[in-house]
Each structure stands twice: as structure tokens, then as C-alpha cells.
């Protein structure tokens, strides 16, 4: 097999890196911010703040329901 040289692993690629952080974002995370990924700094950030604020949304509304059906104290 004879390759170019200039070709990107396949966890360097862009496609991967926005399937693993929409299927399983802790590794699409690490993937984003460790690569090759030719994305900017900023959006990097936004990003990561996006994912954040949906688990801290997540997690609090999941709290919600169980007060709401009387699970939690």
C-alpha cells in the first residue's frame, strides 16, 4: 500500500472528532483538544462550554424529576 505521507489518522479527523463528541463527548473532548484538530482555540472553548452547560443542565433537571416524584429528600 503506498501512501502520501500527508494523510491524518482517523483520530485526527474531523469527522470522527464531531461523532465522538455527539455519541460519546468525554472522548470526543480529549480527542478535540489533543489533535492535530485544525479547529481554532475559541471554538475549542465554546465548544467545551456548550458540553458542560448540557451535563450541568442534564443533571439538574434529572434532580428535578426525582423531587418532583418524591425520591430525594
Known sequence: ?????????????TFWIVFFLIVLWPVGLVM?????????????????????GMVVLSYQMSQAVLAAQGTIS
Open 32 to 52: 478535540m483538544w489533543r489533535s492535530a484538530c485544525a479547529w481554532n482555540t475559541v471554538v475549542k472553548v465554546v465548544v467545551t462550554i456548550v458540553i458542560i
Open 1 to 13: 500500500m503506498v501512501t502520501t505521507g500527508d494523510e491524518k489518522k482517523w483520530y485526527d479527523q
